[in-house]
DNA sequence: CTTGTCTTGTCAATCGTTTGACTGTATTTT
DNA sequence: AAAATACAGTCAAACGATTGACAAGACAAG
């Protein structure tokens, strides 16, 4: 059907040299004279040959392929963080020769367990899991086996499972020292608990309010939903304005969840800072075009991409064989938080 | 370092068959027995055995895998239609035991043309290429060549390269008819020309609306940005607004920029519809929460990938060798249209 | 002149499957 | 009873690279 596939044979015939050589020349080895590389390269590019994949991962017990299985939500693609985060493993990646395999984790993937077929089969070096959420279990039959694996975004507590994932603790008391700071001792807080590093933010927050030396803050929490959308966020706020009308600040987990805090706020007539503070967390594009503009927590999901392929280049290269990272965060303070009204 | 694989060789010399046969078994070839089948089977479950991929792709001739190139912009993760195409490629795929290898169209995987390396080197046995816009002229490598390659979403006049595609000139006519039938006969149009889909359908709507049996429509176009944006369509209004104020619809190329012309009229008091109606396409989620809910013309992006990962299936069974199929789509009227008003 | 060292290239084994051709029985047909 | 057909499994030749061990020649040192 197809013109018949050139090979190294070819090659090698061609320009007089053995197969060896001419894939010596293929793999840059220095043992080879310019010279000879150049005769080799020129036959090569003629024929415009690439070297068979199978052949070369066969021979060289190497697929040079990174898995990245991702969340199977309807709107995953649309989430802020994914993009983000497969951009920076994807430039990583290519950048070292690597390919990505796209996987999603669908309740078939799971139930078949192709995340180890794929590992067993060396059909991937190595694979990447992108942040689910707290019941995903499965996961934990990675403990202790030789395979490389990065939970990206995400954390499972009790286990040695290797993970690179903003560090949403620090997020928490960043966000609290700055309400705190600014007087407020009635805080509203809409959290998202169906993920750890959701529950890990919670907790440190409670507990950075409880602790504060200044004198600590009384803390009234409600769950803004397993979507963190806007919606959650409107709706969590009609909660909490009923279970602490005196609030003076409104924490969201997330930016969306914010957003629909001060479009609550906006449609009830309260007056963002001067009556509630709101703040955000993860930094998305609209938080600056908001007005007011959105005081949060940037997370830094491009960044997490990048590390989280860093470690997995270091534990295919031997150099490392775990990781557990948390990646700084950093705290943007801009029109919606504000002194704390005097009541 | 890690537990030598177990491979074909010791299923075959645990279960007491030949090579052969496991590999026959694995296969699921009819010539095997069931006896047979399920003693084999055994042990490789008892093993947690699965065939190496290179091997098998090696003597198989097929990766299965399938190539997504998807445009280098931004933002593009989050771009509306990019994460449907891919649920429907990925989920036919999956479902026939494909993989997904993604790609993004960087200038360096261009300029070493990487596309055509992962098909020489057979590491994908097919390519899908997402959206890209007028300048993606590189493509047109592929004409006359047998490898598998489809344009998704995409099209390029004058040439004979593979395309599964929305089609927009019917999605244009629809909307003039819509439009022409209200009794607009000025109209303004918000247009999209940095890709030939947009080309096309503004084409289409132009000269629907010179031709209308009732009497031809006056049309205004203005162009909508490079990057289809709420924000462009907000400028876009503005300058169609002073071109021609006596317009009665607008018609914009895309839902976001829909969003924008029903902004700028907000902000400038135009009732919607009853001064203005206004009319998108694509039929995003936003658009039925919109106040008023925002007539517009739905494509179907997830159908795309299922159909264009259908045609591929199809190529790769030598079914076919070629396709150019344009998708259907559908008006869906909701409350930004009306008809016209008499001045 | 012998020995040792460097360079540069080649040999040949190996990676783990798939698959067309073949073999040896058992069963059916003539 | 002989011939034809099915059935179930095995043989062995690919598939197209990589790579450690080896070799041949040039050159320098002793």
Chains 1, 2 share one sequence.
Not at 226 to 237: D, K, L, V
Not at 281 to 294: F, G, T, V
Not at 310 to 325: A, F, H, K, P, V
């Amino acid at each position: 059907m197809s013109a018949k596939c050139t090979t190294i044979k070819d090659i090698a015939r061609e320009s007089g040299f053995s197969l060896s050589t001419v894939s010596l020349v293929l793999n840059n080895h220095p043992r080879i004279s310019k010279t000879t590389r150049d005769k080799v390269m020129e036959v090569v590019r003629r024929h415009n040959y690439y070297p068979n994949s199978a052949a070369r991962g066969l021979a060289s017990k190497s697929s040079y392929t990174l898995s990245v299985v991702i969340p199977n939500l309807t709107r995953v693609f649309s989430d802020i963080y994914l993009g983000e985060i497969i951009s920076g493993i994807y430039e990583r990646a290519a950048s070292q020769g690597y390919k990505i395999l796209l996987d999603i984790a669908t309740d078939d993937f799971i139930r078949s367990r192709e995340y180890l077929k794929l590992l067993v089969s060396r059909r991937t070096d190595g694979m990447f899991f992108i942040g689910a959420d707290t019941h995903a279990d499965f996961l934990r039959e990675f403990e202790g086996t030789f395979h490389r694996f990065i939970l990206v975004n995400q954390w499972f507590p009790d286990t040695k499972l290797n993970f690179v994932c903003a560090d949403y603790g620090a997020s928490a008391r960043l966000a609290a020292a700055h309400l705190l700071g600014l007087g407020h001792r009635h805080i509203g807080l809409i959290a998202g608990t169906n993920t750890y590093t959701g529950l890990k933010f919670r907790d440190e927050f409670l507990k950075t309010c409880a602790e504060w030396p200044a004198g600590p803050a009384q803390v009234v929490w409600v769950d803004g939903g397993e979507e963190w959308s806007q919606r959650g966020g409107y709706a969590a706020t009609t909660q909490l304005m009923q279970k602490a009308p005196a609030l003076t600040a409104i924490m969201a987990a997330n930016d969306r969840m914010a957003l629909g805090a001060m479009r609550w706020l906006a449609d009830n007539h309260r007056e963002i800072p001067e009556e509630v503070s709101v703040m955000g967390a993860d930094d998305i594009d609209l938080a600056s075009y908001m007005n007011p503009s959105l005081s949060t927590i940037r997370h830094d999901f491009y960044q997490v991409g990048i590390e989280s392929c860093n470690r997995m280049l270091q534990m295919l290269r031997g150099e490392i064989t775990e990781c557990s990272d948390l990646l700084p965060t950093s705290l943007v303070v801009r029109g919606s938080t504000a002194r704390a009204r005097k009541d």
